[in-house]
């Protein structure tokens, strides 16, 4: 099984506690990521990602008057890291249990790199298709054969929100018709 060290990002942009959210949003914009791990006297603490930004200024705070220590502090979220020795499938499965993208890389309490989804997808593609999978278990475990769902057609790979689940596919009303024909 592939490790994460092995495809982890070894730069990583790190801010300070201090710094506000607003020059956060400048760091993330100019290096075209989504994200930046705090680290208070090299030691990572935790992390902003645009979505962070995106809600604080959906709740009407000012970005320019928060630092990212205290942002981080008062979200009272989990700071998750992962190991560069654990098992890509792993870490894969804890980011669907945590419903975050990415999660730092730490050893001995130092930050080493950081991995996302896209890192894990681009060595196992076949991934996609186990949480597809996975998902359609979930979803035809609760669905009713009378429900409707939101999602990809599974004939025509359409977006639909109308799915309807026909002999075990859920697929589109054109789809549904085209079969019936």
Not at 17 to 44: C, H, Q, Y
Not at 156 to 167: E, Q
Request: net charge positive; glycine share 4%; hydrophobic share 40%.
């Amino acid at each position: 099984m592939v490790k994460v060290k092995e495809i982890m990002k070894k730069h990583v942009v790190t801010i300070d506690p201090d710094v506000t959210m607003s020059t956060v949003a400048k760091i993330l914009t100019n290096n075209r990521i989504g994200s930046a791990v705090i680290v208070e006297k090299e030691k990572p603490i935790g992390m902003v990602t645009t979505n962070d930004i995106v809600t604080l200024i959906a709740n009407n705070k000012d970005p320019k008057k928060i630092k990212a220590g205290k942002f981080w502090k008062e979200r009272k979220r989990p700071f998750i890291t992962v190991s560069p020795d654990e098992n890509v499938l792993g870490v894969a499965k804890k980011m669907i249990k945590s419903g975050l993208k990415r999660f730092p890389i730490v050893k001995d309490g130092k930050l080493k790199g950081i991995i996302s989804t896209k890192e894990i997808l681009l060595v196992s593609p076949e991934l996609i298709e186990v949480l597809s999978e996975k998902l359609k278990a979930k979803v035809d475990a609760v669905a009713r054969p009378d429900q409707t769902i939101s999602g990809l057609c599974e004939i025509c790979d359409s977006y639909s929100d109308d799915l309807r689940n026909t002999d075990g596919r859920w697929v589109c009303p054109e789809c549904s018709e085209m079969t019936e024909e």
